[in-house]
């Protein structure tokens, strides 16, 4: 099923701001313009977002919002890839632009084939609402997004935010549609501010970042089907799962898997990401050389090269990863399932995506 132009834009409400009206830099609610009202779900199953059968693929940028205190003696290490969880340091946020009125700030690529065009493009947001301090949740269901030299707009949720309260945490996850912003402004880089998350130490740690899929098309490619579910789910509880059905999948065909997930602890076990192509055919475990299969919640934004500002091999809690399955798919099939799941890691699931070489 391919969305027409008019379903793909009708939700989207992305707005210029001057950025004299913007949030305070230091992020105090009371210097920030009532947001406007979204509702809100303690949990939204996993359900589809965006589907289509067309020559093209998926690509995604992302970045954290938070990261640990350099003060900290192994901060740097934990940033370049070390051992280190978020729950170990008190943590501040991410700032790159140098505009006093933003305390949060950061940047990552979209990376088209020349000629692309864009068919469909959402993003993501989320994080801990609740560290050393608390944040209001009136703000969850809004940031600012500057496409590649461009200024602040504004762009608010469109869709219910999924907002938990837990004895530890109070999490989130809200999404816009921006199709026209990125087909309009094309590749490069994009920046993010002002994710609502908040700073501070913890037992649960503080997290937060976003990530902007894209799915594209290119007659140069092949004929795939691409598919993006979303939800909002603590995965300890229930796992995340993307279902296509209907399909006519070959052996070997190419495949292409994305996660976005908040809270995932480097180290802890027992997370896994799998794909069957047909009843009974058993699960295929899926990893990459920076998520290994019992840890693929492991605080990383991996996958394809791309630009990011700043680029941490470890992000302290956040994780948007892309695995492009080396062999293709292992087994054909009639339809896709892709499982997210987590036996110990107390982390929440918010995107799977997926794209698969059709058969010609």
């Known amino acids: 099923m391919r969305h027409s132009p008019g379903q793909l834009l009708r939700h989207a409400t992305v707005g210029v701001l001057a ?11 009371a210097a920030a313009p009532a947001a406007p009202p979204v509702p809100e779900a303690d949990g939204i199953t996993f359900a589809q977002r965006y589907s289509a059968l067309q020559h093209g693929g ?26 280190g969880v978020n729950g170990d340091f008190d943590m501040f946020y991410v700032d790159v632009d140098r505009d006093p009125n933003t305390y ?45 030299g461009g200024e602040y707009k504004e762009v608010i949720a469109d ?10 945490a109070d999490a989130f996850q809200a999404s816009a549609d921006v199709t026209g912003l990125v087909r309009d402004s094309g590749p490069g880089l994009y920046t993010v501010a002002q994710v609502n998350v908040a700073a501070g130490g913890s037992a649960a740690g503080a997290w937060g970042g976003w990530t902007l899929v894209v799915a594209y098309e290119d007659p140069a490619e092949p004929l795939r089907h691409l598919a993006l579910w979303d939800g909002f789910t603590p995965l300890r509880s229930q796992a995340a799962e993307l279902r296509l059905r209907g399909l006519d999948l070959a052996v070997g065909a190419g495949a292409r898997v994305g996660l976005v997930a908040y809270d995932g602890d480097r180290g802890t076990t ?8 047909r009843p009974g055919s058993g699960a295929t475990r899926i990893s990459g050389s920076a998520d290994p299969a019992g840890d693929v919640l492991n605080s990383t934004i991996s996958g394809p090269a791309a630009a990011r500002v700043p680029a941490y091999p470890n992000t302290l809690g956040y994780d948007s990863d892309v695995f492009d399955l080396p062999e293709g798919l292992p087994r054909a099939g009639d339809q896709a399932t892709v499982r997210l799941a987590s036996e110990r890691d ?3 699931a918010g995107v799977l995506f997926a794209a698969f070489d059709a058969r010609r």
């Open 19 to 29: 950025l004299a009206s913007i949030w305070a830099s230091c992020g105090s609610p």
């Open 58 to 83: 998926i690509v995604r940028a992302a970045n954290t919002s938070i990261t640990c205190r350099a003060q900290a003696p192994s901060c740097s290490g934990a940033q370049a890839g070390g051992a």
């Open 104 to 148: 949060n700030s950061s940047r990552a690529e979209v990376r088209l084939p020349a000629g692309a065009r864009v068919t469909y493009a959402r993003l993501y947001w989320g994080g801990n609402l609740r560290v050393g301090e608390q944040k209001p949740s009136a703000d969850n269901g809004r940031v600012l997004l500057a496409e590649p």
């Open 159 to 168: 869709t219910a935010v999924g907002h938990r309260v837990t004895d530890t």
């Open 270 to 277: 027992g997370d896994s990401l799998t794909l069957s192509t």
């Open 346 to 348: 107390a982390a929440w």
